[in-house]
């Protein structure tokens, strides 16, 4: 069983920068696709981006340029780096693990319990 715990969330104005960490046990991060989604007001939860083998992808057209992903394999950690945050950017943040015969899924993941993230002046 995977297990995903969340960290680093909490308050930033506009502009301002946070960065999540996500630590993985019960499995090792570097054999599985590991990603970030999130969950703002009146949103499905959606795909931010995920990193895999072969890199790290941004996926949602709004964080493009301001986020980023990155992993360490030896702390067994994801991180998201978020940048030049703004008020729509307010949501709960999920780290997720792919299961590795499954797609990416809202259903199929494994999933961290959630951090929220508020973007406020």
């Known amino acids: 069983q995977v297990h995903l715990v969340e960290s680093g969330g909490g308050s930033a104005h506009p502009g301002g920068s946070l960065k999540l960490s996500c630590v993985a046990s019960?499995?090792?991060?570097?054999?599985?696709?590991m990603g970030w989604y999130r969950q703002t007001p009146g949103k499905q939860r959606e795909l931010v981006g995920t990193v895999i083998s072969a890199g790290a992808f941004i996926y949602l057209d709004s964080v493009k340029g301001r986020f980023n992903i990155s992993r360490d394999n030896a702390r067994n950690t994801v991180a998201l780096k978020m940048d030049r945050l703004k008020f729509e950017d307010t949501g709960v943040y999920y780290c997720?693990?792919?299961?590795?015969?499954?797609?990416?899924?809202?259903?199929?993941?494994?999933w961290g319990q959630g951090i929220q993230v508020t973007v406020s002046a």
């Open positions: 019960g499995t090792i991060i570097g054999d599985i696709d």
């Open positions: 997720a693990a792919r299961r590795p015969d499954r797609r990416w899924s809202l259903y199929d993941n494994w």
